[in-house]
């Protein structure tokens, strides 16, 4: 009997040696790499039980993504490179935190609520980032999986969304990709060299690219080996001296507004940060005087929603685009969507898999966090509609041409979860059909001046939000503070919640200028201290 195998194993070699209890938050499990032995070998007995449940292949992904390089965590794919479910989520933090004694009857608990069938065989996909802790944890993840009886593969040191793509693609008989490094990166450059547009007056094909001292430098060399004849990436923080995220990265040039250690900016040229596991992805540029600017989520979703929406109508195609954001989107973006873009937006609450989940809504969905982690999602009826249309002789050549054009973007994107490889390529795409440097690009609106500050708190979980998160309900009269300082800017907009992967506050605030954002943001964070 497995259960008994899997305890055993548990007891001799993955005892659990600490009390802390840790959560499968929006990330996945996420804390430091030495507190989580126990739980990798427990997920990978969860991923087998999951893999029987959906009679399907089961993908589990070791990584903290932009956290700190001794930290680690795990999170679970679901088989068509989906989060985990989240009613799956809540059994995944029991079972990471029972005491080992107890691991035999939850197991059977598992079993017996969801109705898995035991004799149902099981396979897992797994991958690592760069972290030091990272091969252990993978040990410790295949045992799991092993002692539950299941079969896996090990791909070694992939992105994220790499590692989503793997999933998906076994699931759909390879329908979706070969679900190989080769074939991911085969089926994004060859999308990529069908449409490109090489010659240019204002786009140069020339990038330089902080890779965070993390995985993406490696998938980014790898990437440079089929496209170097169209684009010259010159790779920094590349992970041969640096330490993972560290003053570097998606995350530290969002949060910070400028440029990433190790990069000295040559006015103009077009600046690119991944995070630690290259889902995420932000551009950025000095201009003539040496002014930072940030081409943030927002932006990258902006342009790929206005790219789009010129491709259906110049395919002749009216299909339901829409876009997708947070509460943390730049106000000037959405207004510039609602108005200018005239495309539909949403508001959802922070996490990848809601905005995931509400894109699913539209024919095409287009979906970004502001941080730089965003796809596109084409639904069924997208895909037969612009497949059809490729063929429709009732179109004119040109109306073809485009919905070929729209056809072969499909397979550029990785619709599985923001993926930065994949969204890099789009941009280039974008800005090479538009003919467009990174100046014209971010001319299409102006950022309101923000901020974001953490806070820490006693207790986080007092704080409650509604309306997307953009107002609080608890404690009693924070709101109301908030409101009343917010009066008080122009253009101003503030908003707090408590961070989901990390035991803080956190506050934005976007003002008419740079001080005031600044101002506000420390005013908010007081209130809320
Ligand atoms: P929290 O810590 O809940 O704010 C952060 C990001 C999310 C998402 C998750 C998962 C911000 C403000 N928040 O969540 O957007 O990316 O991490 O990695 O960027
Ligand atoms: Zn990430």
């Given at each position: 009997n497995n259960i008994k195998l899997i305890c055993a194993v548990s007891k001799s070699k993955f005892r659990k040696k600490h009390s802390k209890f840790i959560q499968y938050g929006t990330a996945g499990f996420r804390t430091k790499g030495e507190d989580?032995?126990?739980?990798?070998?427990?997920?990978?007995?969860?991923?087998?039980?999951?893999?029987?449940?959906?009679?399907?292949?089961?993908?589990?992904?070791?990584?903290?993504?932009?956290?700190?390089?001794?930290?680690?965590?795990?999170?679970?794919?679901?088989?068509?490179?989906?989060?985990?479910?989240?009613?799956?989520?809540?059994?995944?933090?029991k079972l990471a935190n029972i005491d080992d004694e107890d691991i035999e009857t939850e197991l059977n608990t598992i079993i017996k609520q969801e109705n898995i069938d035991e004799n149902q065989p099981a396979n897992v996909f797994f991958a690592r980032d760069t972290r030091p802790s990272s091969e252990h944890l993978a040990n410790a993840l295949e045992e799991g999986i092993c002692a539950a009886g299941g079969n896996s593969q090990n791909f070694g040191l992939l992105t994220t969304p790499q590692l989503h793509y793997m999933v998906r693609c076994i699931n759909t008989n390879n329908n979706y990709g070969q679900p190989t490094e080769a074939g991911y990166f085969k089926k994004i450059t060859t999308a990529f060299r069908t449409l490109y547009k090489q010659e240019n007056k204002n786009y140069k094909a020339s990038l330089v690219i902080d890779a965070a001292n993390g995985i993406g430098a490696i998938q980014a060399k790898l990437l440079n080996t089929h496209l170097k004849d169209l684009i010259q990436i010159e790779l920094k923080n590349d992970g041969t001296s640096g330490r993972l995220n560290h003053d570097c990265g998606a995350d530290y040039v969002k949060v910070q507004q400028k440029s990433p250690q190790g990069i000295d900016m040559e006015p103009g040229t077009r600046h690119l940060s991944f995070d630690g596991d290259a889902d995420r992805i932000v551009y950025y540029f000095a201009d003539k005087d040496n002014t930072f600017h940030l081409l943030d989520g927002d932006k990258i979703a902006t342009l790929v929603a206005g790219y789009l929406k010129n491709l259906m109508s110049e395919s002749g195609l009216t299909l339901n685009l829409g876009l997708v954001q947070t509460a943390y989107a730049n106000g000037s973006s959405t207004d510039y969507i609602t108005n200018k873009l005239q495309v539909p937006v949403a508001c959802v609450s922070t996490g990848v898999k809601h905005l995931h989940h509400k894109a699913l809504e539209f024919d095409i969905g287009v979906y970004f966090e502001a941080n730089g982690h965003g796809t596109v999602?084409?639904?069924?009826?997208?895909?037969?509609?612009?497949?059809?249309?490729?063929?429709?002789?009732?179109?004119?050549?040109?109306?073809?041409?485009?919905?070929?054009?729209?056809?072969?973007?499909?397979?550029?994107?990785?619709?599985?979860?923001?993926?930065?490889?994949?969204?890099?390529?789009?941009?280039?795409?974008?800005?090479?059909?538009?003919?467009?440097?990174?100046?014209?690009?971010?001319?299409?609106?102006?950022?309101?001046?923000?901020?974001?500050?953490?806070?820490?708190?006693?207790d986080r979980s007092v704080i409650q939000t509604t309306n997307a998160e953009r107002k609080t309900t608890a404690p009693v009269g924070l709101q109301e503070a908030i409101d009343k300082l917010v009066s008080g800017y122009l253009k101003g907009r503030s908003f707090v919640r408590p961070s989901g992967t990390e035991d803080i506050v956190r506050v934005y605030a976007e003002a008419d200028t740079r001080a005031n954002a600044d101002k506000l943001a420390a005013e908010v964070g007081a209130v809320v201290y």
């Open positions: 989580l032995e126990h739980v990798l070998f427990r997920m990978g007995v969860l991923a087998v039980l999951r893999s029987k449940f959906k009679k399907a292949t089961i993908g589990a992904m070791i990584t903290a993504s932009h956290n700190p390089e001794e930290d680690n965590g795990v999170k679970l794919v679901d088989p068509m490179g989906e989060m985990l479910e989240s009613s799956w989520e809540s059994i995944a933090t999602l084409f639904s069924d009826k997208a895909n037969q509609i612009i497949s059809n249309a490729t063929k429709d002789t009732s179109k004119t050549e040109a109306q073809r041409k485009s919905a070929s054009c729209l056809l072969t973007v499909i397979d550029l994107i990785n619709q599985t979860v923001g993926d930065a490889i994949s969204d890099m390529l789009l941009v280039e795409l974008v800005l090479s059909t538009q003919d467009w440097d990174a100046e014209q690009w971010n001319q299409a609106y102006i950022d309101l001046p923000n901020r974001q500050l953490k806070v820490k708190v006693k």
